[in-house]
Nanobody
């Protein structure tokens, strides 16, 4: 059974940086779609960044407008780990951050049906 575990959250002042990690366990992942999401109290869940891996190539597919240029999604496939590097953090980035996993079809990602427990990011001004 595939499981995801996020880590790396914490409290940071505006302008600071954090690096989130999402470790996948259960089986080795070679071909997949994954993404980072966040949800703040009283707000809907927001897609932050997404990517897929196919033919041993990692491809970034999307960044939310609110984070583009500040956040970077990356991976270490040998360690079954997905990362989210967050720079120039703003108070509005405060949220619970989740990673999610789903199957990759021929040309489209399936539903992201495996989720981690989340890691809290708090940015103070």
């Amino acid at each position: 059974k595939l499981q995801l575990m996020e880590s790396g959250g914490g409290s940071v002042q505006a302008g600071g940086s954090l690096r989130l990690s999402c470790v996948a366990s259960g089986y080795t992942i070679r071909r997949y779609c994954m993404g980072w999401f966040r949800q703040a109290p009283g707000k809907e869940r927001e897609a932050v960044a997404s990517a897929f891996r196919a033919k041993e190539v990692f491809n970034t597919t999307h960044y939310a407008d609110s984070v583009r240029g500040r956040f970077t999604i990356s991976h270490d496939n040998a360690k079954n780990t997905l990362f989210l590097q967050m720079d120039s953090l703003k108070p509005e980035d405060t949220a619970m951050y989740f990673c999610a996993h789903g199957p990759l079809g021929q040309s489209k990602c399936g539903d992201l049906n495996v989720w981690g427990q989340g890691t809290q990011v708090t940015v103070s001004s």
